[in-house]
Structure formats: C-alpha cells, structure tokens
C-alpha cells in the first residue's frame, strides 16, 4: 500500500459490508482512520479487525441525528473528517409490475438513499469548509441511468442521488469540498445477489450462476463486479490524485451504461443471409 490516504479520516456509510466493507478495509490500508457507520452491528466486529484505525457507531442514515453523531465521532475521536462515503443504500422489498405496486417502501427507499446521503454531505460540509476542504462520495447504481422494468421507487431514488451529487459539488466547489458520485452496477453483493433464504448449498450455487449469466449478458465486459472496484474507485476519487475532479458520476459497471452490448448489426446481417440463402 502506498498510504494514499494517510493522515486522513472518513466515515463509511453502511461500512459493515459490501461495497462499505471493501472501501473500510481499503482506506484503513491505505492510512486512513475510518469511522464504520451502520445499522449492522457486524461492523462492530469489523472496526476490531481494523484495530486503533476504525470505530464502529451504529447508525440509520435516515436519522438525522444517527447522522450528525456519525460525524461527531469522526471529530472527536480521529481529530477530523476529510472523507465522507454516504455509500448506505437499500433496494424495495419487493418487485411488482408498476401498476400492482403499493409504493409502500417509498418513504423508507426515498429516506435512506436520497435523504441519507444529503444529511451526510451536509453535516460533513459544514465541518469541511472551516477545516480546509474535503471529499464527499455518493454510492448511486446503474438503476439511477438505466430506465428499466419494476423497482421504480429504487431507480427514481438514485436518479435523484445522482442529481444531487452534481448539484452538491457545484454548491460546495467555493468551500476546496468535491463531490462525485459512483454508479455500481452488477456488484456481487447481498444486494444484487437475489439469493433464496435458507436455500441448500447446492441449489444456492446454482441460482447464483443462473443470475451470474443474467448479469453478464448485458455488460460488454464479461466478468462480475466485486465490491473492491468500487472501493479502488472510492480511493482515487477521495486521494490528491482526483483533487482536479469534482462533479462526476462515475461508472463502475464492466460498460453497462455504455450502450447495448448485443451486436444487432451483425444479428441483422445474419438474417439477411439466412434470406437471400433460403433459409428463412
């Protein structure tokens, strides 16, 4: 490790695992000192494996004040706060057809990732701007670029992160604060995994290749995600080496959002050929 993050301090939204977990690890490696900010309490057990460079503070993005002590104790304990990873984020419980759906995560979906992340940005914000400036990294998907079937509550609410990211890094640029924003997409994580609960080892292997090739025949690069991409591309965006970068939104797909992997040109010419052969 190169220490990239040395003297540092940040704090990780939904740090016990995931993308969360893979960005702690990788900015305590890299120097940081890292506050794991979670309604998971493995993070507790995470923030020992860390050691003196992580605390753990159960924490409800959603709450403004699970927020605010989130900052807090980056302050009080590490003397500072120089990155903040509003990387927390939850899909809908369900995915009925638009016109069968309830809604009824709305208010939840819509509270933890677009308000989670706002209270984040400016709790952290306002610290940063007294102390020399800062980073503040928003974890967005693939959902918020893509139009798409179902998990519309999901897809309007990381549209909306997104959109507040590039606001927020406009708004902030006076303050030395960036902001940008990540777009995971096909991440192997709980999340993205659709797994069977309490499903036996072998029918889980199973389903997870039967979804793995799902996943892979839409992005160009055919290889899933892990969450230490998206740390790596958390890293570079909170080092000096991104200090000219602010305001992007910034793909961690294998080229999802690039266009349509499927070259329909040459399904075209094959069907011209199977035409002009008879063949049709």
């Keep these: 490790m190169s220490g990239e993050l040395a003297g540092k301090v940040a704090v990780v939204t939904g740090g016990a695992s995931g993308i969360g977990r893979a960005s702690c690890e990788l900015f305590a490696a890299e120097g940081a000192k890292v506050v794991i900010a979670d309604i998971d309490d493995a993070g507790e057990g995470l923030a020992r494996e860390i050691g003196n460079a992580a605390v753990f503070i ?30 927390a984020g939850i899909s809908c419980g369900a995915y009925p057809d638009f016109l069968d759906d309830k809604l009824d995560d709305f208010d939840r979906v ?5 308000l989670g992340p706002m209270l984040g940005t400016q709790f952290a914000a306002r610290h940063m701007k007294d102390h020399g400036g800062g980073v503040v990294l928003q974890n967005a998907s693939i959902a918020g670029v893509l139009a ?6 999901y897809r309007a609410s990381k549209a909306a992160l997104i ?11 006076r303050y030395g604060i960036r902001v940008n924003c990540l777009v995971p997409g096909h991440i192997r994580t709980q999340l993205s995994s659709f797994r069977e609960k309490e499903a036996k080892s072998d029918v889980a292997a199973r389903l997870d290749r039967a979804i ?7 992005q160009p690069l055919k290889r899933r995600g892990e969450p230490e991409d998206c740390a790596q591309a958390a890293l570079f965006l909170a080092s000096d080496r991104a200090r000219q970068i602010t305001g992007i939104v910034m793909p961690v797909e294998a080229g999802v959002t690039a266009g349509d992997p ?9 069907a011209r050929a199977a ?4 063949n049709d």
Excluded: E, P
């Design 58 to 87: 159960r924490c409800d993005v959603s709450s403004r004040d699970d927020m605010q002590a989130a900052v807090d104790l980056a302050i009080s304990r590490f003397d500072g706060l120089h990155v903040m990873f509003n990387n």
């Design 110 to 114: 819509m509270r933890v990732n677009v």
């Design 148 to 153: 798409g079937h179902a998990m519309m509550t």
């Design 163 to 173: 959109q507040f990211s590039k606001s927020a890094a406009i708004d902030l640029a």
């Design 212 to 218: 793995d090739a799902v996943y892979l025949s839409n």
């Design 262 to 270: 499927v070259n329909h040109l040459q399904d075209i010419f094959d």
């Design 275 to 278: 035409v002009l052969a008879g």
